[in-house]
């Protein structure tokens, strides 16, 4: 079992940035992949970046150049670094882990992020 918690969310304006924190807990040593998901209202949740136990990265194209994934082992944290944030950024962000073999998959409760000025 792995127990996700997002942090880092709330109101900022168009332009701003937001750095959204993810703390794992539980069998983390079985974790493969973390990923960041968000989803707006009426739409279906999309994935915005992951990163491996190895440290790389992929990222979805619309927010490549503006949001960067990074992992601290040392304190079982990713985070998602956000700029340029956009209104059309406003959504539930939701941290994932993917355990090796993969098919075990835990969701976080989610952390909501709004752009508005």
């Known amino acids: 079992q792995v127990q996700l918690v997002e942090s880092g969310g709330g109101l900022v304006q168009p332009g701003g940035s937001l750095r959204l924190s993810c703390a794992a807990s539980g069998s983390i040593f079985s974790i493969n992949t973390m990923a960041w998901h968000r989803q707006a209202p009426g739409k279906q949740r999309e994935f915005l970046a992951y990163?491996?136990?190895?440290?790389?990265?992929v990222y979805a194209d619309s927010v490549k150049g503006r949001f960067t994934i990074s992992r601290d082992d040392s304190k079982n944290t990713v985070y998602l670094q956000m700029n340029n944030l956009k209104p059309e950024d406003t959504a539930a962000y939701y941290c994932k882990a993917v355990l090796f073999g993969g098919k075990d998959i835990y969701w976080g409760q989610g952390t909501q992020v709004t752009v508005s000025s």
């Open positions: 990163i491996t136990k190895g440290g790389g990265t």
